[in-house]
């Protein structure tokens, strides 16, 4: 350590330390200070004021508390009355620039960003799908002024760390949402606010800049499902094949038809255009005034009338066409009925014009006359409906059920069936269970240890056959309630 210089009490003794020369003298003894520290607005000094003495580089000597370099005592002796200190063009100027970037500085924060990104993923065990969990995914970010940035440009950054600014954009107005929290914020990680506005984001910074300078960092917490709505659709197609088509959208394409439905839809518009109506779209009008509308159908099928003949829209469409849509269909002939097999239809002309008009008549009056009848009974109350129904249909009695004797050997051949048993199971079972005279209406009161030790079935085909043994019982007394 060099040795520390004595103060300086006379005008031709060495320079003491920077306290002496810039404070004591000038209080105390001014007629010894220098004259360019009496007016500090005008003088020059060897350092800045605003920083310590300690470590302040003079012409590449580290000048330590107390201590001048040889250099510079030269100098300032030399120049006592010069306003600029040797080896600095501009001393002042530099001295302020120097404070002032350092105010600047200190006056910025900076926070590292810790993003979590948070998705749900759907899970699957033995029964099929299971109860979705949320998966998280955390990444470090990058340490920025965060008390200086907006809404949206703490989004793009947040996005940034995961990838994912090109995906998603921050909304104009709020979103997408996401929550934010640091050492000393009331609530903790799992009560962190959500930050949805502008003015959320504005209460947040104000806690923030609270907190103490030992706070450097923050975690974000961003939900993929919250970012569905933010999606950024003018981004061009992703490269991942599977994560988005590579052919576009499925937007309808002159070349996605074929020659015959282009021809098709050609000739539908020129229909149109030849019979327009102001009541309806579009009409054919007969020449008595009468309008058969158009409909999508009629159209599709008279275009498809006009590819293969060579008629033109405005005649007017086909008469099978015409005829089909007004339902001018020529009704269908009775069936000849007789008591001796069909009785041929007499001749038209004669005595049989008779016949056919009243066969007509009785072909159209049938469907009137049976929507009167079902309305008829539409109005009975329903017990006398079901009565009705009942007398004119015979019950449908199912099959019968088993003699008491066989109500076991039943049971067990229905079990065996619905479990795919062979006959040597099936047959041991039922010598097991007859040689203690079970029953299937005891069998599904007992144990299923004791059903496995009788029948030597494994444990589950034995808990199978206790429920079986009490459904089948079920059936078979409701069977003999019906019948009784």
């Known amino acids: 350590m060099p040795p520390k210089r004595a103060n300086r009490w006379s005008h031709d003794g060495q320079p003491g330390s920077y306290f002496h020369e810039l404070v004591v003298l000038p209080t ?11 007016d500090p607005n005008s003088g020059t000094f060897p350092f800045p004021l605003s920083q310590p003495r300690s470590q302040q580089p003079e012409h590449g000597t580290t000048v330590t508390h107390g201590q001048i370099s040889d250099h510079d005592a030269v100098g300032t002796a030399d120049n006592a009355g010069n306003t600029e200190a040797p080896g600095n063009s501009g ?10 970037g350092s105010t600047e500085a200190d006056s910025v924060r900076e926070f590292y960003l810790n993003v979590v990104i948070e998705r749900i993923e759907q899970t699957y065990n033995t029964r099929g799908p299971g109860k979705p969990k949320t998966v998280t995914e955390s990444k470090p970010g990058p340490k920025l002024p965060v008390l200086e940035l907006s809404r949206s440009a703490i989004i793009e950054s947040i996005l940034e760390v995961h990838g994912l600014q090109e995906r998603y954009l921050p909304g104009p107005i709020s979103g997408p ?14 009560g962190a606010p959500t930050i949805r506005h502008d003015d959320d984001w504005s209460n947040l910074k104000g806690q923030l800049a609270k907190t103490k300078p030992a706070v450097d960092s923050i975690q974000v917490v961003l939900a993929l499902k919250d970012l569905e709505p933010f999606k950024n659709h003018k981004r061009p197609l992703s490269p991942d094949p599977i994560e988005e088509s590579v052919h576009g959208t499925h ?46 159908f009629r159209l599709n099928s008279w275009g498809t009338s006009l590819l293969t003949d060579a008629f033109s829209a405005a005649d007017g469409p086909p008469e099978v066409l015409l005829s089909e849509w007004k339902g001018k269909m020529q009704p269908a002939a009775p069936k000849p009925r007789g008591m001796h097999g069909p009785i041929a239809v007499p001749p038209a002309g004669g005595s049989g014009d008779v016949s056919d ?7 159209c009056a049938t469907p009137f006359l049976k929507s009167l009848a079902n309305a008829a009974i ?26 008491i004797e066989d109500v ?23 010598d097991g269970l007859d040689e203690v005279c079970y029953t299937p209406d005891i069998m599904g009161e007992v144990t299923a240890e004791r059903l496995q030790s009788l ?23 409701a069977k003999r309630a019906r019948r009784k």
């Open 357 to 363: 008009l009243g066969s007509l008549f009785t072909a």
């Open 177 to 190: 949402p996401f929550r934010l929290t640091f050492k000393g914020l009331a609530g903790g990680a799992r």
């Open 28 to 38: 105390l003894a001014p007629q010894l200070a220098r004259p360019e520290y009496l």
């Open 455 to 477: 029948t030597g079935l494994p444990e589950g085909h034995a808990i199978a056959l206790r429920k079986f043994a009490r459904e089948w019982c079920g059936k078979i007394d």
């Open 251 to 296: 937007v309808p394409s002159v070349h996605g038809y074929s020659d015959t439905q282009r021809v098709l839809a050609v000739k539908i518009n020129k229909i149109k255009a030849a019979w327009p109506c102001l009541k309806h779209g579009h009409c054919y009008i007969e020449s008595d005034g009468q309008h058969v509308t158009l409909t999508r």
């Open 378 to 403: 539409a109005s009975f109350t329903p017990t006398a409906t079901a009565a009705l129904a009942s007398a004119r249909e015979p019950e449908r009695l199912s099959s019968p059920p088993p003699a």
């Open 91 to 100: 001393p002042a100027d530099e001295a302020e620039s120097l404070a002032d």
């Open 408 to 430: 076991l050997a039943a049971c067990m051949n229905a079990f065996a069936v619905a479990r795919t048993l062979s006959n040597d199971v099936l047959n041991r079972a039922v």
